[in-house]
């Protein structure tokens, strides 16, 4: 009669056995369960739910944070909704996590456009450069590149004509201060020298008041003599 051996595993044993299994699965499972929220958030990226596709990615970030889809994906979805600044930043998180030559210049494109929309030509005219070190045959990058190169020169031909302008301004406000300052000592002189003038006339005036009345007081004077003299002159009697 045959006996049915049978190997017992004992408890220790058993229980780390069983954490490597676990430690075995469980990459696997949320490796599924990322890529399962991603393929939801390209669903609604395609539908044009921006907002909606990006908590998926989040959602997708959150599971495994070293796949560089989510993250790439989510920045794109930040860029559909106008959140350059945001968006420019995960591109760039991106960037430093994919060594895929393909995925890291498409990070850099992605890059620049962000920062051009953002109004920053000079910081996007690089990230397309990168990009194109990478993947010289993107022609977009290309046309965006030279675009952005335009946009900047523009950029500072205005930086510069309103320096001039600023300086004119400045140039022309001194100058305006200037015939100020004279206007107001040339009144100030006028004044002064019709203070003088007033002042002049005054001590004129009283020149001739008191010639006035010196020659009044000499005619009393003679009009007291002549009388003093007819009245001597009658009291004496004839012979």
Partial sequence: MKR???FKVSDPYRTILVLLILLMTFPALFAQEDKKYIRQGNREYNDAKFVE???KYRTATDKNKSNPDAVFNTGDALYRQQKYEEAGKLFIENSEMTSEKSKKAASYYNLGNSLLMADKPAESIEAYKN?????PDNMEAKYNLAYAQDLLRQQ?????????QDQNNDKKEEQDQDKKNDDQNKDEQQDEEQGNQQKISKEDAERVLNSLANEEKKVQEKVKLAKAKESRVRSVKNW
């Fill in 4 to 6: 049915n051996i049978h």
């Fill in 131 to 135: 990009s194109l070190k990478l993947n």
């Fill in 53 to 55: 596709s990006e908590t």
């Fill in 156 to 164: 500072q031909q205005q930086e510069q004509q309103q320096q001039q």
